[in-house]
């Protein structure tokens, strides 16, 4: 599955965004589907995840109460909503799909399909 993130910019603390990512080529039913951040200098972390049929959503410790991922199989999107966003949210956002796991996993390396990466600017 081939995967096109959207939707990042430069806002404000306390400012909002709402990230997509569409899939083509194949559906991404029955994928477990996550995002993931990189800073420069860090390395890649795991921010939200949804199993395979929506029924488990975790979220990174760091997102808690902020951030909100649902995902619309009918339409093939995974979309992350970011609240009261923060500067150390800057990153560059990442959705990533994998075809075997049938629960949310936090480990990159889990997940075979990556979309290109969309910026998020979080201005002090």
């Known amino acids: 599955v081939q995967l096109q993130a959207s939707g990042g910019g430069l806002v404000q603390t306390g400012g909002s965004l709402r990230l997509s990512c569409a899939a083509s080529g194949r559906t991404f039913s029955e994928h477990v589907l996550g995002w993931f951040r990189q800073a420069p200098g860090k390395e890649r972390e795991f921010v939200a995840g949804?199993?395979?049929?929506?029924?488990?959503?975790d979220y990174a410790d760091s997102v808690k109460g902020r951030f909100t991922l649902s995902r619309d199989d009918a339409k093939n999107t995974l979309t992350l909503h970011m609240n009261s966003l923060k500067p150390e949210d800057t990153a560059v956002y990442f959705c990533a799909a994998d075809a075997a796991g049938w629960r949310t996993s936090t480990r990159a390396e889990e997940y075979e399909s990556w979309g290109q990466g969309t910026e998020v600017t979080v201005s002090s």
């Open positions: 949804v199993s395979w049929n929506g029924g488990e959503i």
